[in-house]
C-alpha cells in the first residue's frame, strides 16, 4: 500500500483522527482488536434503522429482509475464506468456535473423544485453544499432548512423528501466533494429522485479517476466527468446518431456533449450520461483519498482507534498535506478520504500556491471553505492538521512539 493508499484508508476510520494525552492515537493494538471503517459502521445502523427483525420467524416483510441479510452475510463471510454458506456456524468469536468445537466432541456421537484418544495442540497457543482441550480431555479420559516450541521461537517439528500418532484425534494449531508472529507450517501439520486419520483445528484468528486463508486450500478441517479482530464488531465470530464433518456432531447449546419437531418425549435437530445456533443470533453484527470483509476484500488481503510485512519488519528492527530490548520470537522478519512483542529489561510492561501511553501510542501488555509461549522463553509478561492495514511508517517511528524513552525514564542506562 502506497502512503497516498494508506491515508485514504485511515479516512475511513473515525478513531484515527482523535487525540490520546494530547498526542495523536498511534493505534498498535490491532492484533487485540481492530478499529472499524464508517462502511462497517454504517451497514450496522443502517440495517437497524431499515430492515431490522427476528430471522428464520414470521411471515412479515422485516422478517424476511432481516433473514436474507443474515444468511447472505453468511454466504459472505464464508466464502471470504473459501467455504459454503452451510459450513458457517456464527459465534459470539473464536473461543466460542472453539469451545463449541471441544465440547462437541466429548459428548455421545461418531466423534465423541474417550480414554485412549489423544488430542494435540501446541505450546504457542492462545488460552482459547488450549483451555477447551484441556477440559474436553478431563471430561472424556483423552490425554492432550503438545508440539513444543523451540529456542528459535518457531515451534518445533522434529518429534512429530512421535506427537502425532494413530491416538491422535484432533491435531488444534494456531495458524499465526499471536505472541511470536510467526506463520506455523499448515501444510506440514495437517499430512502428519491426514495420514493418521486426525481432525485438524485451525485457530485462525490472528491469519483471516491479515493474509489470504483458503480452508480447501489449507486442507484444514475447521477454524475459528473473531469479527473483531478483521474490522467487524465484537459479539460476532464463526467456526467454518466442512458441512461432513458438522453433520456428525452433535449440538452444544439447545433451545429455540435448532429444533425440528419438539415433544414432550424428545426433539429433533436442525441440520447444520443452524443445529449449533440455539437462540436468537447477532443479525447486525453478521451483517456488519459481511461489510468488513467487503473492505478488506476492496483493498485486497494481499496487499493488506504485504503492507503489514512491511510494517512488521519496520517494528522489528525498530525494538530491536533500542538498548536494553528483547523480542519473542524470530529475529528475522520474514517469519513473521506485523506483530512484536517483547521485554524491557528491568520494566513491568505495565510501566513500558503507561510511558507508550503518554506519548499516545496504544500497545497491549500482559501475557496476552499465552501464559505458557511466555513462560517458554522465561518471562510472564511482554508489550506487544501489532499493526494492521492503517497502520503508517510515521507510527511506527513515533512508537520506536517513545519506546526509546521508557529505560531512561526509569532511571535505567
Ligand atoms: N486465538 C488467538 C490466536 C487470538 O489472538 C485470540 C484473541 N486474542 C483468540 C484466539 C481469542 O479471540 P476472542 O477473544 O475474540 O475469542
Redesign the pocket.
Known amino acids: 500500500l502506497t502512503g497516498a493508499e494508506v491515508g485514504a484508508i485511515r479516512a475511513d476510520f473515525p478513531v484515527l483522527s482523535r487525540h490520546v494525552n494530547g498526542r495523536p492515537l498511534v493505534y498498535l493494538d490491532s492484533?487485540?482488536t481492530s478499529q472499524r471503517p464508517v462502511q462497517v459502521l454504517d451497514a450496522e445502523r443502517s440495517f437497524a434503522e431499515a430492515h431490522y427483525a427476528a430471522v428464520h420467524r414470521g411471515a412479515h416483510t422485516l422478517a424476511g429482509e432481516a433473514t436474507d441479510a443474515f444468511e447472505s452475510a453468511r454466504e459472505r463471510v464464508a466464502g471470504f475464506v473459501g467455504m459454503p454458506a452451510e459450513a458457517l456456524v456464527w459465534t459470539k468469536?473464536?473461543?466460542?468456535a472453539l469451545n463449541l468445537l471441544a465440547l462437541s466432541l466429548s459428548f455421545p456421537g461418531p466423534r465423541q473423544l474417550g480414554p485412549g484418544d489423544e488430542i494435540v495442540t501446541t505450546e504457542q497457543e492462545?488460552h482459547?485453544?488450549l483451555v477447551p482441550w484441556q477440559e474436553t480431555c478431563a471430561r472424556t479420559g483423552a490425554t492432550l499432548r503438545y508440539v513444543p516450541l523451540g529456542d528459535d521461537g518457531r515451534l518445533d517439528l522434529s518429534d512429530l512423528g512421535s506427537i502425532v500418532t494413530e491416538r491422535t484425534k484432533v491435531l488444534a494449531f494456531?495458524h499465526?501466533?499471536?505472541v511470536l508472529a510467526t506463520v506455523t507450517p499448515v501444510a506440514q501439520l495437517v499430512a502428519a494429522a491426514r495420514a493418521v486419520g486426525a481432525l485438524t483445528v485451525l485457530?485462525a484468528?490472528?491469519s483471516v485479517p491479515h493474509l489470504p486463508v483458503s480452508v480447501p486450500e489449507l486442507g484444514v478441517d475447521a477454524i475459528a476466527f473473531?469479527g473483531?479482530?478483521m474490522l467487524g464488531p465484537t459479539g460476532i465470530?464463526a467456526l467454518v468446518a466442512r458441512p461432513e464433518l458438522l453433520s456428525e456432531l452433535p449440538p452444544v447449546l439447545t433451545g429455540g431456533s435448532m429444533v425440528e419437531v419438539v415433544t414432550l418425549d424428545g426433539t429433533t435437530y436442525r441440520e447444520p449450520p443452524q443445529r449449533f445456533e440455539a437462540g436468537t443470533q447477532p443479525v447486525a453484527q453478521a451483517v456488519a461483519l459481511a461489510a468488513a470483509v467487503d473492505y478488506l476484500e476492496k483493498v485486497g488481503l494481499q496487499r493488506v498482507h504485504a503492507h503489514e510485512l512491511h510494517l512488521g519488519r519496520l517494528l522489528l528492527d525498530g525494538v530491536r534498535s533500542v538498548p536494553g530490548v528483547r523480542v519473542l520470537g524470530p529475529e528475522d522478519a520474514e517469519s513473521r506478520i506485523g506483530t512484536v512483542a517483547f521485554s524491557v529489561d528491568g520494566v513491568h510492561p505495565h510501566d513500558v504500556g503507561q510511558v507508550l501511553d503518554d506519548a499516545g501510542v496504544a500497545v497491549r501488555v500482559g501475557h496476552?491471553?499465552a501464559q505458557p509461549v511466555h513462560r517458554r522463553y522465561g518471562v510472564t509478561a511482554s508489550t506487544r505492538a501489532s499493526a494492521y492495514l492503517y497502520t503508517t511508517e510515521a507510527e511506527v517511528e513515533t512508537f520506536v521512539d517513545a519506546l526509546r524513552t521508557v529505560r531512561p525514564f526509569f532511571g535505567l542506562g
Open positions: 492484533a487485540a468469536n473464536a473461543t466460542e492462545h482459547a485453544n494456531s499465526v501466533s499471536n485457530d484468528c490472528q473473531s473483531h479482530k465470530g496476552h491471553c
